[in-house]
């Protein structure tokens, strides 16, 4: 009996590290409504239920007829302007890509166990994005520069990219799989409160001003200082404490930079 009520306590914590309520599937410039639909419906297999889409092309998609047992994911989909909003009150941004010949600043993990692992690890206290590109190009560079990390799918050299729907099921498929019981160290990190994507966000913005200010941001490279900037931020790994004290840092020396060019 002692064994068999040890089982069941197992089991339960299991199923309770494999839920992905919080995770936030966000589509970045879907254009077929029937792919949006069977990601949707792939959320709702595996026990996905938010679903944000960055300027959808269709602006049907919400009556997917591929979405079957999903409509209600579809019916209570957010719409963002920016990736930047789409994934403001994430702590973790995961980006997905094909790679093909790219050269990537962030690091690229294969979808498999020890990847999930550190999705499902952060899952239990804070929420995390997992983006998906266009089923034309994928995700762009600046796409990528909101993420702290990548994750691709091993598919065969011959036909490397996936229908967005069955890229959205694979992923998930992974991160539903039963995970390790926690260890001490995971224990002690739950108590640490990451900086959420919308922190570092702001950071970077206020961060990006005070070059531009202070000249060291020239003419014509706003757009390369902005994905360098937030890649450096990203992997600071800041808490949540530490990011409002380097906001204040930062935010004070733009105002000592605006004070002395008035003067």
Avoid at 237 to 252: C, N, T
Wanted: proline share 5%; with cysteine.
């Amino acid at each position: 009996m002692l064994g068999g009520a040890r089982a069941c306590r197992r089991i339960e914590r299991l199923q309770a590290l494999s839920e992905l309520d919080g995770l936030v599937v966000v589509l970045v410039r879907p254009r077929n409504p029937l792919n949006i639909g069977a990601a949707a419906r792939a959320m709702s297999n595996f026990g996905a239920h938010r679903l944000r889409l960055v300027n959808p092309y269709a602006p049907g998609f919400r009556e997917a007829r591929s979405a079957v047992g999903a409509s209600d994911l579809l019916e209570t989909a957010e719409e963002y302007k920016t990736v930047a909003e789409a994934v403001a009150d994430c702590a973790l941004v995961v980006g997905t890509t094909a790679v093909r010949n790219r050269a990537l600043r962030q690091p690229v993990r294969r979808l498999d166990e020890p990847a999930g692992a550190p999705i499902r690890t952060q899952l239990q206290t804070q929420r995390v994005a997992l983006l998906f590109g266009s089923e034309k190009i994928g995700l762009t560079n600046k796409d990528f520069s909101h993420c702290h990390w990548l994750l691709n799918i091993p598919t065969k050299e011959k036909n490397i990219s996936m229908n967005l729907g069955q890229a959205v099921a694979v992923c998930l498929y992974e991160l539903a799989r039963v995970a390790p019981l926690p260890t001490a160290t995971q224990d002690q990190d739950e108590d640490i409160e990451p900086a959420t994507a919308g922190q570092t966000e702001q950071i970077t913005e206020i961060l990006l001003e005070a070059l531009r200010m202070s000249g060291y941001v020239k003419p014509g490279t706003d757009a390369m200082f902005e994905k360098k900037a937030r890649r450096l931020i990203l992997r600071f790994k800041l808490e949540a404490y530490d990011a409002k004290l380097l906001l204040g840092m930062v935010r004070q020396i733009v105002w000592k930079l605006r004070l002395g060019n008035k003067n």
